[in-house]
Structure formats: structure tokens, C-alpha cells
């Protein structure tokens, strides 16, 4: 077994989980599934990131991922917050349905 | 033991992703992308970060995706319908996500061949004190405009929050 | 010694230990409550009922596993697999004593010791609330679903005075691993008093070990924060609808966690393995003389008792007393378990405690639970971590 793993593996890794989740985003209509597929894409990217800290040698990049965690979590709670308040107007969590200014 | 552990979570990774896509009912999700989650931290401790597992660990899955339960779990949500807009959607889709993601391996291919490797052990610099001392050195005025960004986070959901209770 | 051999004989007797405390705290638990209410409790399985954990896990093994109609199956029955699991993961970086050397192996009384422990303890506990969401969820039945919701609003309101109050000692030591915030606390002032985290300087940590202990309180769903399964309310709360060995597993749960949260209130604030004296003042000795007094009281009861089980049971245990006092006057013996004494006399005091709380204070009400959450205690422990944070800036 080699003792090294190409970086490009990790690089590839986060591609298909940022596809995963760009596929998810763009295929489902349940609102709180599609707020998790952009937070899929989020951990993709932050993958990424440690991935290329690492090949730089550098922390700065595990600093921006922690960045991206932070205003993750901000994202969240707003989301979240505003999900509630859709639900309670319209009862619903389809994003079809939510098309009153349609039309 | 390297590879073994990466392919390993790299396995789950992307079987625990699949799920958070192919899963009707919101709860399977999320509960998927807790896996997602955990088998990241797992391969970023490989990459030298422990702190940021932890913290991925402790932010993301102990936090953010309580609050998707909790939410799912108080409207009650149940398994997505059907939609014609959903079907459209994956016609055009499929393609171009394949195409995006061949286009993505192929310039990480070309960029970073085999030879460009990633060694347990040998870059560990993700702990808290370097962490932290660059986040609090070179990165202080992002650092202090997060804080600004969560406090209007927090004010946006209580008066969210708010107007929903009455 | 071959690295994954040491581990595993390390692990072994680290779990060996830990699920016997777990039985007999329920025990405690139950002997203390029923003391404290004046009743007797567990008399009849075993003297003083000590086999009494037994006969309650051979009843839990035999009982039949019921798997109620409509549940969700597989998360039914992932759930109390993963309370057990997450509540047990976070003794590994607990140190419960120094560097000990057996025959020629040195190694530490401590299963791993993490760069990231404090944030790996906190990152683990914030995951227990999935074994309490998902079991509420997957039972789909009204009550547990309830239950479930208030744990999980709960544990993540918790969350925050509890990360709170465990970064203002961090601040104090320097560090993250565990094993260095208690050798941080080390020293002693004027030779007697110890620098314990909740009495060093420059400001002493006991606000914020008591908003931690209120905090561990509601992390582990105890009296008075059990909203989570509040029997008057919810019948049982999030494991109403499980019995056997899955109500067992939840049961445990719950024991770990306790354990786990006083392990780290006595690593974080009260010096760990350190003794409160220095040794060469006469700590060493402490432990025979308690055992020996517990002997003696024990004698005295054992010869003046109506009773004559009891006759005879309080002597064997006056006997095993004195046997116990002996041995830490054993120079080579009290080496290795005088840190063990400690680490156990500190986190059973804590233990007792949470026991103790459950026999005298009512439950809060939900409202009341919030608001005391966020009201209060988030920011006593900010201000504290503040003012923590500008005393030592000045004088660290």
C-alpha cells in the first residue's frame, strides 16, 4: 500500500460531493433539502481548501474554511428562521407552490 | 494506512452524498449529510487539521445540523412530492453536472498529477495555536466582521422568530 | 511495548472499570434518593442490595424486545447505539493519573491524550443529542417526539454557558490537552493551597464551575432540567417506546454522560489527580486514614446493629475497609492508586452531587428552563470569560 495519497484524490473528492450537492439543489423541491445541498457544497469546498493548505504548507487555508463554517452557521439560523416563516404562511415546504408572484 | 482510512471515508463520503440527494424524506438527509459531515473530519485530520475536524464536528453536526432536525421536526415535514418542475430540472441537469464535474477531474488531473501527495504526519500545522495566532494576526479584521455578520445573523432570526409567534 | 498492545490492555480495563462504576452508580443513585427520602431502597438482592444492578440487567437482558408498529425500523434501532456510543467515546482523552511505569513500559493513565481534547469532549457532546432526537423521531408517537424537541432545544441552549465557562480555565492554562490543563494546576500557594482552576489566579473559576455543573445538569438530562422525559408530562419522555435492552442502552447512556461531564469538571476545575495538599505534607496518608475511619464507623455498626444480616454484612465491609487503609500504606500501591483515589474521591463527590440534587429540588418549567438558560446563566458565564480574559491579559 503507498504511504502517500495523490492530492488530486482529495481534489476529486470534493468535486463529486460539490456536484452531489449542486445536484440536489437543483433536483429537489423540498426547500429544508435544498438548503442542505448548498451546505453539502459548503463542506466540498471547505475540503478543498484544507486540501490545498496542505499542499502549500500554509494555515491560511484552514483559516478560510473556518471562516466558511462561521457564516455557514449564520446562513443556517437566518435560513432557517426565514423557512419557519414561509412554512407558516403558506404551509407548505414545496418550492413550486411558493409562487404567488408568478404570474 | 493512509489510503486505507482515505478511501474508507472518501467511500462514505460520497455514499453518505448520494443519499442526501436521492432521500424524499428530509430526515434521511440530513441524517446522510451527518455522514457526509463526520467522514470529513475524519480526512481532514489526514490533512493535518485536527482543530478544524473538531470544530467541523462540533459546528457543523452538533449545531447546524440539530437546528435542520429540529426544524424538520417541528413542521412535521414529510416526504417530497412529485413535481413536474422536478423533472425538467433532471433533464437538464444530469448532463451538465456530469459535464462540470468531467471538466473539474480533468483540470485537477492535469494540474496535480500522481506524484503530488498528501503523507500523514507530515504538515501539522492545523493545530489551535496556529490556527488561532493567524486568525487573530493576519486575518483580525475578517475575524471582527464575522462577529458583526453572526450579531446580524442572530437579530435577523429573532425578528424572524419573532413575528412568526404572534 | 508494541503500541496498539498497550492501548488495547489500557482500553480494557478502562471499560472493565467504567461499566462497573456505571452499575453501581445506578445503585448510589438509587441508595442515596432512597436515604434521602427515608427508605431503605435495594435490601434484598445481595447484602445491602449490592447485586442488585445484576438482577436489573439480567431482568433487561430476558424482557422482550418490543418493536412497536409504524416506528421508523432502522433508526428504532440505530438510536440507543448511538446514546451508548457517543456517551462512552469521550473517556478516551479523560487523564484520570500521571505517568506510571509497569514493569519497564511507561505509559499514562490515560487512554489518548489530543492536542484538541477540550474541543474534542465538547465536539463528541454535542453530538449526544442525535441519540435522544432520533429516538423521539423514529418511536413516531406523540409523547417521545415531544420529548425529543425540548432535548434538543435544550442541549443546544446548554451548550453555550457550558463552551463558555469551559474556555475561561483554557485561558488560565495555556492549552487544550487535557493531561496539561491538569498539570497546569499543579502548584501550590503558600505550600498549602492548591491552584486548582477554581481557586488560582488571577480570578478564581467558581462562578464558572458552578454555571459548568448547572450547565452539565441539562446537558445530561438530569433533575432539575429532565424535561426531556419528564414522567408527569410525557409519560417517559424520548424513550418511551422502548424496553429491553435498548431502554438499557438509553439508561446507560445517561450514567456515561454523568460520568463524562464530572470527569471534566474535575479535570477543568478542581486539579484532576492532584491531591489538595502536597504529598509531602501528608496527603499520601488521607486515604488510609478515610478508609480506616469508614472502617470504624462501619464496625461500630456492624456490632450494634438489631439486625442480623446486618451484623454481619457491616463487618465484611468494615473489614474490607481496614484491608484498603492497609494497602495505601504501601508505598508501591499508594504510588499507583493514590491519583486514582483522588480522581475518583473528586469526581464521586460531583457524582453524589448530581444524585443528591435529584432527591431535594423539583423540575423547572419549560419557560422557566429557557429563560434561566438565556437570561441567566449565558451571561453570567460571558461576563465571566470576559472579566477571566482581561486579568489574565494584565496579570498572566
Redesign the interface.
Known sequence: MPQTIPLSWYLVLSAVLFALGAAGFVFRRNIITMFMSIELMLNAVNLTFIAFAYHLRQVDGQVFAFFVMVVAAAEAAVGLAIILTVFKNRATLQVDEIASMKN | MDAIIFLIFAAAAVIFGINVVLRTHPVSSALALIGVMASLAVIYLLLGAPFLAAVQVLVYAGAIMVLFLFVIMLLNAGSEKKSRGAWMARLAGVPLLVALLTILSFVIFRMYPRSVGVKFGSFAAGTVERVGSALFTTYLLPFEITSLLVLIAILGAVVLGYKELD | MNFFLLSAIKMAMVMGVLMLTLLYLQWAERKVVAHIQVRLGPYRVGPHGLLQPIADTLKLLLKEDLTPPGVNKG?YVFAPFLAITLSLISIVVIPFGPAIEVAGVQTWMQLTD???GV??V???S??A??GI??A??ASNSKYP?LG??RS??Q??SY?LPLGLTIAAPLLMANT?SLREIVLSQSHYYWGWIPAWNVLHGPLPQVIAFVVFMIAAFAETNRIPFDLPEAETELVAGFHTEYSSMKFAGFFMAEYANMFTVCSMATVLFLGGWLPPWPAEKGSVFFPSVMFAAAGLIALRHGLYRARPRDRRSFQVIAMVSFGLAALFLIPAFAQFFSPLFWFGLKTGLLLFTFIWVRGTLPRFRYDQLMRFAWSFLFPVAAVNLMATALLVAIFG
Open positions: 433508526l489530543l492536542n484538541v474541543v474534542f465538547l465536539a463528541i454535542s453530538l443529542v442525535y432526537v432520533l423521539g423521531w417526539l425529543s424537541l434538543a432545544a442541549m443546544i451548550e487544550l
